[in-house]
């Protein structure tokens, strides 16, 4: 029987870096890449470390202590499937598998109620940080069965990122929780970002400042109590130059955003459970347009926006962005929060909201000063729904709104695109309302389909023949 403590099946900088992460931190570790070549080169940097490297998974499974816990980092879709498929005959009832990869919480509970058949633990884990976080520590979100989590505690909470009240690593939930939180950690991921980049595109080409000036605007804010890694990493990128031309480098990037599917699945499960994410989505469609560059240059040539410019006094605007900045944040996290509310009773997840919050303190894309109050609230009310009930975020929402409303009026009068901003001023305005005007959507749908209608000062369901 095998000694080492955790097998890992993908060895690509992923795995391999929460290969060497582990055994950094004492726990003996076996590895196995399909390519022969991958397979190579990792046995020759492990050389003198507790890092044995598998030349087959029949190898790999017989290098492992009992019950085998086995990390798969591979693509995540039909890899993870093949793989599954390969490994199960080599396993015994009670060994782990966990899939670290960016997987569809839906494929993880149909691969869970798979391999639970089989007497197999499977955990769908969420892993935050990217090539940095998993050699260093990530932020570790691992659901699945909760009685085996107990063979994976010391390890993972070990290998994951520490804050001052402990390590970014907590069981999640059952089933597919673990990739669903990971999930709507990507969907806030996005809304930041794109808060990020329409930021940037305001202060440049509405403000007309240079890309240094910009770099020492967010360089402050990173450094105030608005921290992030997500401004940190801005205030870095603004700052390098092309060695070739001398030019900030990030000019010279073309302006189309990729994305492999996390954002999109934020927004796709939440119309499914009817939780609005404007910020979040808004995102996901930001992208779309940006990567449509030639029907933009074609419609750039076609649609004009206003010829007015900026005239004000740029000093107190740019505080005013500031706190439209914070404000339009503050909506992702509420948004994203939200979701997770909502998918934990429809789901069963029994998610704890405030554990959630302290996990992603370290080591994650998305950790902030601000997930301190974040993670206060939901210990403060554990059932709170949407932050921006809670009194601290209130209170922010009601400081900080007329800046987030000063910042979408001049982006609109100016012709700037600010969809994300856009998205979290509306958000706000629409959420606080008692009355919205859906009575008359209502009164249309019955009009046109006898879709029905409840009525304000009696019960019951009505129709209208509208015509007479
Ligand atoms: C993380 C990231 C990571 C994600 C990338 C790329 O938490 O470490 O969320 O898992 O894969 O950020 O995502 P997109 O290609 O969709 O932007």
Redesign the pocket.
């Known amino acids: 029987m095998g000694q080492q403590h955790l097998g890992i099946i993908g060895l690509g900088v992923m795995g391999f870096n929460l290969g060497l992460n582990a055994e950094g931190k004492g726990f003996p570790v076996a590895g196995f890449d399909a390519s022969a070549e991958k397979t190579r080169q990792v046995a020759a940097q492990v050389a003198g470390k507790n890092f044995a490297v598998a030349h087959s998974l029949r190898e790999l499974a017989d290098a492992l202590e009992r019950p085998r816990r086995i990390l798969i980092m591979v693509p995540a879709g039909a890899p993870v499937d093949s793989v599954l498929g390969e490994l199960r005959p080599l396993l015994d009832p009670d060994d782990i598998v966990i899939d670290g990869g ?1 997987s569809h919480f839906k494929d993880t509970e149909r691969r869970a109620r798979d391999l639970e058949h089989a007497g197999l633990r499977f955990f769908g884990m969420g892993v ?3 090539e940095e ?1 998993a050699l260093r520590g990530p932020s570790l979100m691992p659901g699945g069965h909760e009685e085996s989590y107990r063979h994976l505690e010391p390890l993972l909470t070990r290998m994951a990122a520490q804050v001052a009240d402990g390590p970014c690593c907590a069981y999640i939930g059952p089933g597919g929780s673990g990739h669903y939180v990971k999930m709507v ?2 969907g806030i ?1 996005y809304g930041i970002l794109e808060l990020i980049a329409e930021t940037y595109g305001i202060l440049k080409n509405v403000l007309g400042l240079s890309t240094t000036e910009i770099r020492d605007i967010f360089a402050a804010w990173s450094d105030s109590d608005l921290n992030s890694f997500l401004l940190e990493i801005t205030a870095l990128v603004l700052a390098k130059i092309d060695p070739e031309t001398g030019q900030p480098l990030v000019e010279l990037i073309l302006d189309e955003a ?6 999109k699945w934020t927004a796709q499960d939440a119309m499914d459970l009817g939780v609005a994410i404007p910020t979040l989505a808004s995102a996901v469609e930001a992208r779309i347009l940006s990567s449509q560059k030639q029907d933009r240059l074609a419609a750039s040539e076609i649609l004009r926006g206003p010829a007015r410019r900026f005239a004000g006094d740029r000093k107190p605007w740019i505080a005013r962005l500031r706190d439209a900045y914070q404000l339009a944040v503050i909506t992702c996290y509420a948004q994203g929060f939200e979701q997770l509310y909502v998918a934990s009773h429809e789901y069963d997840y029994r998610l704890r909201l405030a554990e959630i919050a302290r996990i992603w303190k370290g080591g ?2 998305i950790r902030a000063r601000m997930l301190d109050a974040v993670q206060a609230a939901f210990t403060a009310q554990p059932q709170l729904k949407n932050l921006m009930l809670s009194p601290v975020f209130s209170r922010a929402a009601n400081e900080l709104s007329e800046s987030l409303r000063e910042v979408v009026r001049t982006v609109v009068d100016l012709g700037a695109p600010g969809l994300a901003f856009a998205a979290s001023l509306g958000y706000i305005d629409s959420y606080r309302q008692r009355r919205l005007p859906a009575n008359l959507l209502q009164a249309l749908r019955d009009c046109f389909g006898a879709h029905t209608y409840r009525r304000v000062d009696r019960d019951g369901v009505f129709h209208t023949d509208w015509s007479r």
């Open positions: 960016n935050s940080g990217g976080g950690h990507n991921e990729e994305q492999k599917g996390t954002g994650c894309i």
